[in-house]
């Protein structure tokens, strides 16, 4: 059986590369070539099981004779569960347990070939930062995707652009204008911002400088004062100041 046949990737990398390949095999049946994956899983054969190749083909087949066999073997029986459940559901739990077996083969080759534990954590993190087969099957990888998009584009709470009523506005050089109302908004802009004091350094606010609000104590903060950057505020749902992080953990 293609499945089974002795194929010993020896470093991470080809461990990796062998278990992206399988993966993707598994998900082409699971997806494009979902009808026919469906029409092969017939009740009415013996236990079958699903096979990510590593050629990035998949096929189902009986497992493996020989015990214990070359490699783990997938879930046993797949084709019996196909018609007694909804049609989705069944497809989530084969994605769910190719899941599972695509880990096993991945860190059978490294317990063969003596990964350290160094080699599995690296192992680990380059298949961590791959969808699950269950994420792309169920929609959730997408989904995900889609968040990530969404926060990046917006512009939090954070920062200056969407603001609190006493948040710092930046301030731009005053245009010329013979309109004295106009200028006279522009010198009071400055005067009530001006005011503003970084809660960590005591420095004033200036309008080319990052700032951040504590959702705690809605003090202000310079970003390189608390080490914040622009990007990592748009991750963040509720900032606390050190001050704050830290009277916290006193009171537990």
């Not at 009986?62 to 018609?83: H, M, Q, S, T, W």
């Not at 490294?110 to 954590?121: E, N």
């Not at 200036?206 to 202000?220: K, L, Q, V, Y």
Request: glycine letters at 6%.
């Amino acid at each position: 059986m293609d499945g089974s046949q002795p194929y010993n990737p020896r470093t991470v990398e080809e461990v990796f590369r062998d278990f992206k390949s399988r993966r993707a095999g598994i998900i082409k049946a699971l997806t494009t070539d979902v009808e026919e994956f469906y029409q092969r899983c017939d009740p009415e054969k013996e236990n079958l099981c699903l096979y990510g190749l590593p050629n990035e083909q998949w096929e189902v087949n009986l497992p493996a004779e020989e015990v214990p066999p070359e490699l783990p073997e997938p879930a046993l029986g797949i084709n019996f569960a196909r018609d007694g459940m909804p049609e989705k559901d069944w497809l989530a739990l084969v994605a769910v347990h190719g899941d599972a077996w695509l880990l096993a083969v991945a860190f059978y080759f490294g317990a063969r070939f003596g990964f350290d534990k160094t080699d599995r954590k690296r192992l680990f993190n380059m298949i961590n930062d791959l969808p699950t087969i269950f994420e792309v099957v169920s929609g959730a990888a997408k989904k995900q995707v889609k968040e990530k998009s969404t926060v990046s584009n917006h512009s939090s709470s954070k920062s200056k652009s969407n603001s609190k009523a006493k948040e710092p506005q930046p301030k731009y050089p005053k245009a010329s204008t013979q309109d004295d109302d106009e200028e006279g908004l522009d010198e009071e802009d400055e005067e009530e911002h001006g005011d503003t004091l970084c809660g960590s350094c005591g420095e004033n606010y200036a309008a080319d400088e990052f700032w951040i609000c504590c959702d705690i104590c809605e003090r202000w903060f310079h970003g390189l004062c608390v080490k914040i950057t622009p990007a990592r505020a748009e991750h963040i749902k509720q900032y606390k100041c050190p001050d704050c992080t830290t009277n916290k953990r006193a009171r537990q």
